[in-house]
């Protein structure tokens, strides 16, 4: 009797068994085709960062804030008593993306964007100079615009 | 076969060769029609076998080559494959170790002879066409054990014992359960069997009588085991064992066996389609698709079922795999052997 319990069992978890693949055979799967489709990230993700060079005050707050010290920030005072701000490096090799930097900022021009494929080829492109690229960024609005901003005026 | 002889025959240079020539090339076509056919169909089933176990899986399988849901995997694959090094390891038996991968593709290629696919393409119809082809895959066991062997490798080894007591083994209840229809139809030739079927579903051997129904799941679940298909893949399981018996085995000498297994599970297909699934009889009494897309549909879905249940069932224990041969589908095949036989009396099919 046992005997016959056993093959009858056998055969029908089998069965269960079979059902259950064949239900997942026909539901969607979860493979993100990854180069071609991409996930939306959460709008506070920690990504790459950006600099809003004309808010910055160049206080240091950010600087100072970062538990491995990986930005380097100098400034002049300039004539109107203001810190010019010459060099806004942060080496991301050392950064581990916490997030401390763009909470200590007084007014909020630091921000971490939903950036995240920043693998590059040299370890020199790992070092954001984030003043520079807030230049670029705005001359190259301004060549798309094909117009100068008024002199002075802060956009 | 014979009617790619009599095409030959009629056409006008070739008419003054003679008939032993005519003969050798149109065995010669016929083979290369075969081929090709299982070369298609084992690239289709590569394919088919990873988009499948990846929906099993909720992935999605091979999606990039060719565009298409990766339809051309299998043939960046076989190419792949083609320009692989060749290796053979220092203390194998080379002769041997060379031979193996031929002799396995080779019996499992044979036995396609006396397969009817339709009608009229069939290699040869021997009166004892079934009994042919459990005499010549017998021999892919031989194969095996060369490759083992000869490896010089304690998995290849303990892959290929395996494999052998497995194929002996289960040699039985296919036997007994083939031995069914073989009563039902009264004749050993496939094409005498699959013709018996004919007239709809429920002519098909498998709904005939309460014995020949489970005498297909017999002849099926141990067929699985004769091919080393998961749930019985012990002779390659690479888990334990490496890859088995073909461990030591690189770029062509690889592909043929794995040729062979993918034709082999076609094999199987065919074989239980034209025995109980009314071969390349369709559904309706009435003709309704041709002959060759009837046999191809069913036996593509019994290869479907044997993938399936590759990627539902974990793998047997050695002795959990002699137990269901030994104890359980070869009494039940007896059981359906005799069964049948009084069956055919009492319902005066005799």
């Known amino acids: 009797m046992k005997y016959l319990r056993d093959i009858f069992e056998g055969i029908w978890t089998a069965i269960v068994g079979l059902g259950i693949t064949m239900k997942y055979l026909f539901t969607p799967s979860v493979t993100v085709q990854y180069p071609d489709e991409r996930i939306a990230v959460s709008p506070n993700f920690r990504g790459r960062f950006h600099l809003k060079l004309d808010k910055c005050t160049g206080c240091q707050a950010c600087a100072r804030a970062c538990p491995v010290d990986c930005i380097l920030i100098e400034t002049k005072r300039g004539e109107d008593k203001k810190l010019k701000i010459l060099k806004f490096d942060i080496d991301v090799t050392k950064c581990m993306f916490c997030g401390l930097c763009v909470e200590a900022c007084p007014v909020a021009s630091l921000e971490m964007g939903q950036e995240y494929e920043l693998s590059c080829y040299s370890r020199k492109d790992m070092i954001y100079s984030l003043d520079k690229e807030y230049l670029e960024k705005e001359s190259e609005k301004v060549a798309t615009k094909g117009e100068l901003p008024p002199s002075g005026e802060v956009t | ?350």
């Not at chain 2, 303990?158 to 009264?186: T, W």
């Not at chain 2, 004919?198 to 017999?218: A, K, Q, V």
């Not at chain 2, 019985?232 to 040729?259: I, N």
Request: net charge neutral; hydrophobic share 55%.
């Open chain 2, 1 to 350: 076969m014979q009617a790619i002889f009599e095409i030959l025959k009629s056409i006008y240079p070739l008419r003054h060769l003679s008939e032993i020539l005519l003969l050798l090339l149109s065995m010669v076509i016929f083979s290369a029609i075969i081929l090709g056919i299982i070369a298609i169909l084992v690239m289709f089933f590569v394919w088919w076998e990873r988009k499948v176990a990846g929906h099993i899986q909720s992935r999605l399988g091979p999606m990039r080559v060719g565009g298409w849901h990766g339809w051309a995997q299998s043939i960046a694959d076989g190419i792949k494959l083609l320009l692989k090094e060749d290796i053979i390891p220092a203390n194998a038996d080379r002769m041997l170790f060379k031979m193996a991968p031929y002799i396995v593709f080779a019996s499992s290629f044979a036995a396609f002879a006396t397969i009817p696919m339709t009608r009229s393409l069939i290699g040869a119809d021997l009166n004892i066409g079934i009994f042919y082809i459990l005499a010549i895959t017998s021999l892919i066991v031989i194969g095996i054990l060369m490759a083992g062997w000869s490896s010089s490798n304690k998995w290849s080894l303990y892959g290929a014992m395996r494999s052998a007591a497995q194929i002996v083994s289960y040699e039985v209840p296919i036997g007994l359960s083939i031995l069914v229809p073989v009563m039902a139809a009264g004749s050993l030739s496939i094409k005498d069997i699959a013709e018996a079927q004919s007239g709809g579903i429920f002519s098909w051997y498998i709904f005939r009588s309460p014995f020949l129904f489970i005498s297909f799941f017999t002849y099926y679940i141990a067929a699985i085991a004769e091919v080393n298909r998961t749930p019985f893949d012990l002779p390659e399981a690479e888990s334990e064992l490496v890859a088995g018996f073909h461990t030591e085995y690189s770029g062509m000498r690889f592909a043929m066996f794995f040729l062979a297994e993918y034709a082999n599970m076609f094999l199987v297909g065919s074989i239980a389609t034209l025995l109980f699934l009314g071969g390349w009889n369709g559904i309706l009494p009435r003709p309704m698709l041709p002959e060759f897309v009837n046999f191809i549909l069913k036996s593509l879905f019994l290869v479907f079922v044997m993938i399936w249940l590759r990627w539902t069932l974990p793998r047997l224990r050695v002795d959990q795999l002699m137990y269901v041969c030994w104890k359980v589908l070869v009494p039940i095949s007896f059981f359906c052997l005799i069964g049948h036989g009084v069956w055919m009396v009492f319902m005066g099919e005799a």
